[in-house]
């Protein structure tokens, strides 16, 4: 049960720190920059310098232990939470239904007793509550602590749920007739190019959350990647991981999934790490597996060690700087950390960069300073 004190407090963060900060695109038409993290100062602190396993097992003890709600209740339960988490930011009645994209009415959901006001007087078209890594691969009863993880958890079509069903997530298939964005086989779901990224963090928050989980009767379970799909499977696996890694990086991290991991974490008090430090996935299943970890390696803030300004941001790719550069080296990041651009300046006041939406790191080294910039590509 939570205290009255903590209920005020939500509702005061969430209408301070994520309704203020501005209007912001969904996945269908993303923004960037629009939404600013708000992590807590020294939040991710335990797991800098770390690496490997350990990095992994650091993250863990930084989300795991968080404020559970029920999954149906008279009380805050996860439908609350969802119906704020994806709210449709062009419409603060409706909620956006993964998978579709469709702006839906909140109230014409599963079991809200009131089909009647909507379409043909049925649930054909209701929305209810996705689980991204399958309740059936781990955590299969409502009193299960991962089965109302709200980070795993997204507003769906009842029908488009139903057809995803417990597949695992692949490139490929027949493309399906109402998720039009979608494709799917017998094994496997692939979503629409627009929130593949955020289904990718999403299993990847649910890997390092549960490693290891605990049932309702604290039996333990190990949730895990493999690089294959797992059909007719009840154990804690799920692919393919391979496919999962490119969606990551094919799909950056926009305004309306910052806002929602800020939202979830105003109740629950955990975050997606790799929402806020998209790089993480590197150093845990990519090419940095090995090497320590730092926070530093992230996005930073505008730390600036003299008056450098870069303009336009957001830009088209033709960035000014206010103080010309000679022989000067910029070295442009993805905001997973991936080199992009590496370039020489003999003499100049601008750079064109053509590069894909998104969020980029500027690494600046001139006249023996370092000047990192954020940029946001439109």
Not at 67 to 94: A, E, G, K
Not at 218 to 237: A, C, H, M, R
Not at 361 to 372: A, D, M, T, W
Request: charged share 20%; with cysteine; glycine share 6%.
């Amino acid at each position: 049960m939570m205290r009255s004190g903590f209920i005020i407090f939500t509702i005061l963060l969430f209408s301070n720190n994520i309704f203020g900060q501005g209007s912001f695109g969904p996945p269908s038409n993303p923004t960037y920059g629009n939404v600013q993290t708000d992590i807590p100062q020294e939040y991710y602190q335990d797991a800098n310098g770390v690496s490997g396993e350990d990095l992994k097992q650091a993250i863990y003890q930084i989300i795991g232990n968080h404020v559970v709600f029920p999954y149906t209740s008279s009380s805050t339960d996860t439908w609350d939470i969802l119906q704020l988490s994806d709210q449709d930011p062009t419409n603060n009645d409706n909620v956006l239904l993964v998978y579709t994209d469709r702006s839906q009415d909140k109230g014409y959901r599963d079991g809200c007793d009131c089909y009647s006001d909507y379409e043909n007087g049925t649930h054909s078209n209701s929305w209810n509550r996705e689980h991204v890594w399958p309740k059936s691969h781990g955590f299969p009863d409502d009193e299960d602590v991962a089965y109302t993880d709200v980070h795993n958890l997204k507003p769906c079509d009842r029908s488009v749920n139903s057809s995803r069903g417990t597949k695992d997530f692949d490139n490929g298939g027949n493309q399906h007739e109402e998720a039009t964005e979608c494709f799917y086989d017998s094994d496997s779901w692939e979503p629409g190019d627009s929130v593949k990224g955020d289904i990718a963090r999403i299993i990847f928050y649910m890997v390092v959350r549960y490693d290891p989980g605990y049932d309702h009767n604290n039996n333990v379970f190990d949730l895990e990647l493999v690089d294959y799909t797992t059909p007719n499977n009840s154990d804690p696996i799920l692919g393919k991981l391979s496919s999962l890694l490119q969606w990551h990086i094919d799909d950056p991290v926009d305004d309306f999934e910052i806002n929602r991991n800020e939202v979830i974490y105003s109740y629950q008090q955990n975050r997606n790490p790799f929402i806020d430090h998209p790089n993480l996935v590197n150093f845990i299943w990519g090419d940095n597996y090995g090497e320590e970890w730092n926070e530093s390696l992230s996005i930073p803030n505008d730390e600036l060690t003299f008056d450098f300004k870069i303009y336009p941001n957001p830009s088209s790719g033709l960035i000014y700087f206010n103080h010309a550069l000679t022989n000067s080296n910029i070295e442009v990041f993805s905001e997973i950390g991936k080199k992009v651009y590496d370039l020489n300046i003999i003499n100049s006041n601008k750079i064109e960069l053509l590069l894909p939406s998104g969020i980029y790191i500027l690494k600046i080294r001139s006249n023996n300073e370092i000047i990192h910039k954020k940029i946001v590509i439109n």
